[in-house]
């Protein structure tokens, strides 16, 4: 199942160099090639291409010169709608999309830290691609307390950007521990790395508004193509 409401192309465009840009893909002071050109190379129209833009010097990060052309301006802390997601390309950068494989409501794991308080949670397992490259397998658990039931054609791409958008809740930070364990039994043959072999893994809390932990999640990185990225300032 393939998660049906992406977010929009624009905002995807946006992410995409935001994300280079925090990877040094993109450096200060570089100047973008010339729109249309830009345009033809992401295979999107200039006016999509030039929303993108406007999102980037809103946030600070492009300055426009007339009759020069668009220069990034390099900041570290970015807002963006992946600032929690730590994976990237072993190139650095990528831009995330997420297929849904599967929702359900379900007892709570053992071995997964303290989350929320009702004894049942949402299990999320999707698959991430970076630049279209499989490179994460996603099993997230959202406290049963916060919605009876998570219809899996709501879902965004984002799941942080729907918890705001369709639940009012904020993940305000999260906590990641990394160690090396085995590729699940449920991960999709398209993922790269087969059940069982050994494969790294992020163990995640995230936490909402009042400091308490709101949801947990397993992440296992395939790390042939991808990495765990933190930037310390």
Known sequence: MSDTHALPKYVQISELLIRDIQAGRLVDGERLPPERDMAAQLGISVGTLRKSLDELTALGLLERVQGSGNYICAQEDA?????????????????????????????????????GSAPEGHRIRRLRR?????????????????VDRIDAEALRESLYLYYRETLGLWITKAVDRLDLTSVPDWAPSGFGKSPGQPCMRATRIGYGPEGTPAEASWNWINTDVARYVARIT
């Open 79 to 115: 807002q963006s709608v992946y600032a929690f997601f730590r994976v990237e390309l072993i190139e650095g950068g990528g831009l995330p999309t997420a297929e849904l494989v599967s929702v359900d409501r379900l007892v709570k794991p053992d071995g997964l830290p303290h989350f």
């Open 130 to 146: 970076l630049n279209g490259v499989p490179a994460v397998l996603e099993e997230i658990w959202l406290d049963g307390g916060f």
